[in-house]
């Protein structure tokens, strides 16, 4: 089955749309330092400032330049968003595709703890977690992923159980391959699309997540993110602070959208009875 | 339901009720220190420290304070708020309601018009209707429930001073029947609006690319050829099977709606358990904190319990015992 | 009852059904039978309406166009005038809906009985197809296959339509539910009119009165059941037959060669049509009368290719042949058996000129032949009873392969290499040098006979004579060397004439048979009959005298 995804993407509206915002937020992301002459952190007297042209988005309570706290932020939502969804895929692959190769007693128990995961709402869980921890990057990445990856290893199971089916499989044991040798080169290739999907899932989930976090104050409140300005913000909505609070809302949901764009159009090309043509409802 | 899945569901309680316990206990340093924080312990006299180290049995060995624990929760003692100063207990059921009432109502309404919008829309998939109604929802479903609240309070709220910005109800106001209702609804509003956009989205979605999925099917072709109505070809055929999904995945999107309540109550400090933790986690309130995640830990679960029970009901295919 | 007129079905470039014209007269079972990819589901399909490619032409259900109707009024024609029982046992039912509920959906959406009639209607029906009352509570996937399989017909008949229409009624079904359902069938079909689709021959022929043979979208064949599957006229007719194995078939299996090739100019069976001529992929053939039944062939069906009138041959007193007449069609093979003095190689020597017969007559591809020459002999060749004498011990295998073309003067020295070589590997023998260089003396018996079929071969003829091609050779051999002949026919469309001793043999490779008995055709017939129901007291003996394993 060959499919083509740069085809497809590029045929998508959607999905350019997708690329196109991932784009414009990874590169503010990328070159931040060179796109502000101040430091985020940076205090000074000029508080609660309106926009003009020393400061393109005004201050905030703290005398901290907003502009430049907005594009900082983005990199932490995308290191943040790109870690957990790496960290969760390859977590749930080894432990996936491992408890399906290997099966016995070690699947069963792997099975026992997803399924006790599932039921339990993982977000309370991080929730709980991160007022306890106080989560720095690195922890939010950690913790983050921990509580994703049940899902995904699931998933992972079962395609790599109806994987493992496949004639070519049985093919290279034939030939003396080992578990290992046929989980890299035959398994994991195959699961291909299905980690895509689950990468963009949960790194999505991970800005929102981030975000959501930082809004309630409970993460590391030196990260500079997203959630943390529009908290601020908030507090002193009363002075009609629109260049305070839109700008950080805007990048968020942009790069939310941006993920989900990608997503639902990565299932369209995998699923191609989703995509707007023939209809079958007459 | 198998015995297999009961025991998982109390494993999956035990697991939450311990990790609420032990985690606070298990950080390096005072106990008292995590249990109530930084700022509350400089303000706490010395006797009142070892006042309430004695009342929360903390120089008691842990497994006999496990066990305080459990006998608490048990009786209803969740702990006392030193925040609000008042027994966590009365903390939680005052709040319960009004969060009820918005998640409740969100999930019904974004249920109900997400649903049948994904219907009408997969049915008519590849035509003007369903390519605006997803480039519509695609973007929706963008943005968080964060920015969406901000933007209904700030445009509804601030500028056309349509709503009131905050609260359940007018406060002092004293209202009585129907003038009662009519003001809760009119706090109401915004929230709800806010909590719906955001999971109707989802649903539609969902239910779309089942519907979609579904229309292949041979079963649909015998309802052509049985000269069904094409309405109820779509309901009664098409609706009924892409209810499944929807209804598996109730639980999980209890779990998104109560985040999403979390941060519109935040927002528009609506009264429920969402705005109580968020306060809780600012004045670094653990016993709160720990009282508001039994309670939603325990509630989620047994609606995750009463889906899984129901379940088979809707999908005959799952035979009874499936796990 | 239902008329359908130059029906045309396309799914964007692909043109499914062609210009199809069919009359289904009322009460009458119409069985279309083809292979996968003929269009017969399409063609089931837009019988309800249901097609979703292109459809043009007229589907008339008395009197009343269907495909002009607009979608809201065919919606209530359907199920009510026309209903359908649908190949997919798995998934034609809606997995959430009792089995009972979908049997009275009908019923209650065209608003023709109450909740309660309805239900008692549907209880009704399980009882007709030979469910109990309970399965009607139970979910579909509850049912076993055959379960199921009553269940859709039960479903069909609740609206009491005129026509039905059922699409692989018995393809997922095991030997003894299949027979269940055929015989369930049969009731439900008095005071309907049916068309049946299916690749399955022995359903077919249970159910239907008559028989549509569909290829490529064309009907290739059309007339009443038995006659068509007994006796099939067109050529692929008769090669479907011939590969569908039943109990009676006695002949081993053969198929038919190649494939069709999609846009085809002219007939779609000409492609690998074994008979065809020039015009066959120039011109369609439309379907015509000939006889009881319709054949689409612009030569009127299977030609014949050789015949025998009356022939008799007198050596010095006595009769060798008296009064033989025989017939071979194209690609066919026709045993004529009998003892050792019946006449049979004096039959050979006669078609093949090397006697002259007495009186009588031979025609080949309807002239008559009163001069043996080249041409004929291009077309009909002969093969020997014994290997060893009729190859020359002066000739290597090529020289010996190569005769007939230096005597036939046919095409250069290098191009004659090539066709022996050809022709060697045809019979699954060596085209190396070293084995080109070899002698007659140094080959084995079944390497000399596979050399002789080669060179008879190499002409590329239309006829082979194969006079006791293997009554010199061993079993297993002569096991090999019928493989091989039959696989030619296969292949190249061969016709054979068999003479043989060998009842058993015969049986295993014919179509049909000739029992020769002191120069005289005794019996003759469709090999399935003559081996299971021999009428001459002669042929009975010769049975009773092969070769078995039988204990009485």
Known sequence: MHINYVRGFKENRLGRLGIIFLALILSIAFLAPVLTAYSPRQVSENILQPPSQKHWLGTNDLGQDIWSRVIFGARTSFITALSVGILTVTLAVFIGCSAALLRGIYERFVLRLIDIFLIIPNILLLLLTAAYLRPGPVTMVIVLSIFNWPGCARIIRAQTLTLQEKSHIKAAKTFGAGTFYILVKHIIPDLGPILASSFIAHARRAVFMEAGLAFLGISDPLLISWGTIINRALQYSYLNNWYWLLPPALGLSLTVMAFSFLGYTLEEILNPRLKVGKNAGD | MGRKRIIDYLL???????????????????????????????????????????????????????????????????????????????????????????????????????????????????????????????????????????????????????????????????????????????????????????????????????????????????????????????????????LLPIVTRTGVRLGRLFTGALFIETIFAYPG?????????????????????????????LINFFVELIYPRIDPRVKNNAY | MLEIKDLTITYG?????????????????????????????????????????????????????????PEPQRRLLRWNKVSMVFQDLNRSFNPVMTVLEQIMEPMLEHELLSRKEAQKKAYYLLNKVGLAPVKGQMYPHQLSGGEKQRALIAMALTNDPEVLILDEPTAALDGLTKAKICELLKEVFSEKTVVLVTHDLSTAYQLANRVAVLYQGRIMELGLTKDILKNPRHPYTRGLVRSFPTLDATKDLQGIPGFGIEKQEGCVFANICTQRIADCTKIIPKLEKRGEREIACLRGGVVNLLKVEDLTKVYSGVTALKGVSLDIEEGETVAVVGESGSGKTTLALCLMGLEKANQGSIYFQGEKIVKWNKEFYQKVQMIFQNPQDCISHRLNVLETVCEPLVIQKLGTPEERIHKAKKALRDVELPDEDEFLNRYA?????????????????????????????????????????????????EKRGLSILFITHDLALARKVSDRVFVLKDGQVVERGLSTQIFSLPQHPYTRKLLQATANFSDF
């Open chain 3, 441 to 489: 003396h140094h080959l084995s018996g079944g390497e000399l006979q596979r050399l002789a079929i080669a060179r008879a071969l190499v002409l590329e003829p239309k006829l082979l004579i194969a006079d006791e091609p293997t009554s010199a050779l061993d079993a297993s051999i002569q096991a090999k060397i019928m493989r091989l002949i039959m696989d030619l026919q």
């Open chain 2, 273 to 301: 358990m969402g705005l109580l933790i968020y306060r809780a986690i600012l004045g670094r309130d653990f016993p709160l904190i720990q009282g508001v995640f039994f309670l939603v830990a325990v509630v989620i679960l």
């Open chain 2, 12 to 242: 999956a309680l035990v697991i939450v009720i311990s990790l609420n316990f032990f985690l606070p206990r298990l950080l390096p340093g005072d106990p008292l220190l995590s249990i109530y924080g930084e700022d509350a312990l400089i303000t706490m006299t010395p006797e009142a420290k070892v006042e309430l180290t004695r009342r929360m049995g903390l120089d008691k060995p842990l497994w006999e304070q496990f066990f305080n624990y459990l006998s608490g929760i048990v009786k209803g003692d969740l702990g006392y708020s030193y925040y609000f100063q008042g027994p966590v207990l009365d903390l939680l059921l005052g709040a319960l309601p009004w969060t009820l009432l918005l998640t409740g109502l969100a999930l019904i309404i974004s249920t109900l018009i997400g649903f049948i919008l994904g219907v009408e829309s997969g049915w008519r998939k590849g035509r003007l209707a369903d390519q605006g109604l997803l480039t519509g929802f695609m973007f929706l479903n963008g943005f968080p429930d964060l920015v969406i609240g901000l933007f209904l309070l700030l445009l509804f709220g601030v500028v056309l001073g349509l709503f009131p910005l905050g609260g359940a109800m007018t406060p002092y106001s004293q209202l009585t029947g129907v003038s009662l209702l009519l003001d809760v609804l009119h706090h109401l509003f915004l929230p709800l609006s806010a909590l719906v956009l955001t999971e109707i989205a989802s649903c539609y979605l969902l239910t779309r690319t089942t519907v979609v999925t579904l229309l292949e099917e041979p079963f649909i072709l015998t309802a052509r050829a049985k000269g069904i109505k094409p309405k109820n070809i779509r309901y009664r055929h098409v609706g009924r099977n892409s």
């Open chain 3, 13 to 69: 470039r692909n043109t499914v059904i062609k210009e199809l014209n069919l009359t289904v007269p009322k009460g009458d079972v119409l069985a279309v039978i083809g292979e996968s990819g003929a269009g017969k589901t399409t063609l089931a399909l837009s019988l309800m309406g249901l097609c979703p490619g292109n459809v043009e032409g007229q589907i008339i259900y008395q009197g009343v166009d269907f495909l002009s109707l």
